[in-house]
């Protein structure tokens, strides 16, 4: 089945920086791949998504990346803010209607 | 419209009892699925249904049972709970189209002593 790989598990950066959060699936039929981004005592939420026919999307100050031949996908944060601290997680599934496997998570810390 | 509900939000059990966490959804999704969160392990996939009456098996199903009577409901059932099934559990249902997105529920805090 599908496995998924997360990396770093804690990060910690100044305001103003940029985080990277790297994953990488184990299943080549995987051709959808979303981020959600959970913070403290809350349901974790959909912050962006990249389906396989795509290499980047960006949506304002988050970017991802998916290099399918690797199978390595990233979430990229720039100009990072104090509200970007929470855990967010990476996921790979096959289609909608399949199950969606986790990565570990990765606790983001931004220092004012 | 309220999305997913789950009740109850914070449960203690014995070890050996048995209880059901509640999941409804008013989205009309056909894909349902019960994760457990513990710490840095992510979100674990328990069990996940594709619509009423089709049920199946996540990473980590065992001593947990569900079953799927309608769209609306998807009920997860720990059959004699043990202390490694203290977790926080999310009952999440996702969108048909893309972005496929799922939408989490408030999640139910379990503890068994």
């Known amino acids: 089945g599908e496995n998924v790989e997360q990396h770093p598990s804690t990060l910690s950066v100044q305001e103003g920086d940029s985080a990277v959060i790297k994953c990488t699936y184990s299943d080549s039929a995987s051709n959808y791949f979303p981020w959600y981004k959970q913070e403290l005592g809350k349901r974790p939420q959909l912050i962006i998504d990249i389906r396989s026919n795509v290499g980047e999307k960006k949506d304002q100050r988050i970017a991802v990346t998916l290099n399918k031949t690797a199978k390595h996908f990233s979430l990229h944060i720039t100009e990072t803010q104090p509200e970007d601290s929470a855990v967010y997680f990476c996921?790979?599934?096959?289609?909608?209607?399949?199950?969606?496997?986790f990565g570990p998570g990765t606790s983001l810390s931004v220092i004012p | 419209n309220a999305g997913v509900t789950q009740t109850p939000k914070f449960q203690v059990l014995k070890t050996g009892q048995s209880m059901t966490l509640q999941c409804a959804q008013d989205m009309n999704h056909e894909y349902m699925s019960w994760y457990r969160q513990d710490p840095g392990m992510g979100l674990r996939l328990i069990h996940y249904s594709v619509g009423a009456g089709i049920t199946d098996q996540g990473e980590v199903p065992n001593g947990y049972n569900v079953s799927r009577s309608t769209t609306e409901d998807f009920p997860l059932r720990l059959l004699s709970a043990a202390p490694s099934q203290t977790s926080v559990y999310f009952c999440?249902?996702?969108?048909?189209?893309?972005?496929?997105?799922?939408?989490f529920g408030p999640g139910t805090r379990l503890t068994v002593t």
């Open positions: 999440a249902s996702t969108k048909p189209e893309a972005p496929y997105e799922q939408y």
């Open positions: 996921a790979a599934m096959k289609t909608s209607y399949d199950k969606v496997i």
